[in-house]
């Protein structure tokens, strides 16, 4: 049993998260064993989210003064929550996924920039590419016209270093015989 402080402790800090969340995630958790729990929360944290298992009442309590407090008619039984600071989509991807491998984990709504999300939606939101892969996509997008400016600009180069090397073997070398022109063989 926790006593008041650290019951006020463990608030303070889920109001905290709460207030700087880009998503809130609620799971049921009913029927998952400490192992699976463990693996869902290793996977999130690879993510870089965090999966929190809080009381409702507490919940109540730290949901106060933030866009999360519409989740509260959600708030009925064992209830998890996953939340991401940053990327919305990694958290729904890792939980739609550990849903299929685990049925137990139940998801039941997501608070994203402060709409609701549904189900449907959430496993829509985790069909989206992630951050870094929108990142990545990007990326290759901008260096790919540096990439053909550099090939553009070394082609001339590379074609002229070829002719010097084409005639330097059509020179005589030292002190050798100059090659026959093919006049002079006809």
């Known amino acids: 049993m926790l006593d008041r402080t650290r019951k006020e402790e463990v608030v303070k800090k889920v109001h ?9 995630f609620l799971v049921d958790y009913r029927g998952l064993n400490v192992t699976e729990i ?17 009381k409702n009442t ?3 309590l730290a949901v106060e003064g933030t866009d999360a407090a519409t989740l509260t008619e959600y708030f009925k039984g064992p209830m ?7 990327d919305p989509v990694s958290p729904a991807k890792v939980l739609t996924d550990f849903s299929k491998g685990a049925p ?10 402060g709409e609701l999300l549904n189900v449907a939606e959430i496993m829509r939101l985790a069909s989206l ?46 002190g050798g015989e100059p090659p ?7």
Request: aromatic share 2%.
């Open 58 to 60: 507490m919940l109540r």
């Open 16 to 24: 905290e998260k709460l207030s700087s969340a880009e998503a809130v």
């Open 80 to 86: 998890a929550l996953a939340v991401s600071q940053t």
């Open 104 to 113: 137990a984990l139940e998801l039941r709504v997501a608070l994203l920039q």
């Open 129 to 174: 590419p992630s951050l870094d892969e929108l990142r990545a996509k990007m990326l290759s997008v901008l260096i790919a016209p540096a990439g053909q400016l550099v090939r553009l600009l070394a082609t001339p180069g590379g074609q002229l270093a070829r002719a010097i090397s084409l005639r330097q073997e059509q020179l005589p070398s030292e």
């Open 38 to 54: 463990n693996q869902l929360r290793k996977r999130l944290r690879e993510v870089g989210s965090e999966f929190n298992i809080v």
């Open 180 to 186: 026959a022109s093919p006049e002079a063989k006809a």
